[in-house]
């Protein structure tokens, strides 16, 4: 049985911080951070809804799966999605990693380089999310066309916070 986008055990959200930490910085997380982002999770706003839409579980559920499929889902959660879980995840994370000593620098650093590199880097990440989008589009946005047709999907019992 797949777990649930609201409750997940201590051992997914591992396996979610090792794959989402490989997509934002291209490292494997220290335990402090997966601790840290473990934690996170019993305050996450996206906990409070009252249910949740099909696209929501879908984004999480394919991003889980590895850094390119997590690379996809972002591109999308990011236009369509912006304050769905899949971002809050990748938000949370993301500050664990600019304050974790460990990861500082690959969040903060910067690197000296010349200007034409710049925006040739620029222009080569613009149209990589331009196609990665078009792709995303095609796969997620029926999904949440659907999604919006029927409403979210009622919360269980079990995983309310409070219960």
């Known amino acids: ?5 609201l409750v997940a055990s ?3 959200l591992r396996r979610e911080a090792e794959v989402f930490t490989r997509y934002l910085v291209a490292r494997s997380p220290s335990d402090y951070v997966a601790a840290k982002y473990r934690d996170g999770h019993r305050v996450i706003p996206y906990r409070r809804l009252t249910g949740t839409l099909p696209i929501d579980e879908l984004l999480v ?4 799966r590895g ?3 997590a690379w996809l889902a972002d591109t999308y959660g990011r236009i369509f999605r912006h304050d769905g879980p899949l971002r809050q995840k990748l938000v949370l994370l993301t500050a664990i990693l600019e304050s974790s000593p460990s990861f500082h ?3 903060t650093g910067s690197r000296s380089t010349s200007r034409v590199r710049v925006y040739l880097t620029l222009l080569g990440m613009g149209l990589g999310f ?3 989008l078009a792709v995303a589009m095609l796969v997620f946005g029926p999904v949440q066309l659907v999604g919006a047709l029927t409403g979210p999907k009622p919360r269980a019992e079990s995983e309310r916070p409070d219960g």
């Open 67 to 69: 850094v390119a499929l």
């Open 1 to 5: 049985m797949a777990e649930s986008l």
């Open 130 to 132: 331009v196609v990665r």
């Open 10 to 12: 201590a051992e997914s």
């Open 105 to 107: 620098e690959n969040m």
């Open 61 to 64: 559920r394919v991003a889980r």
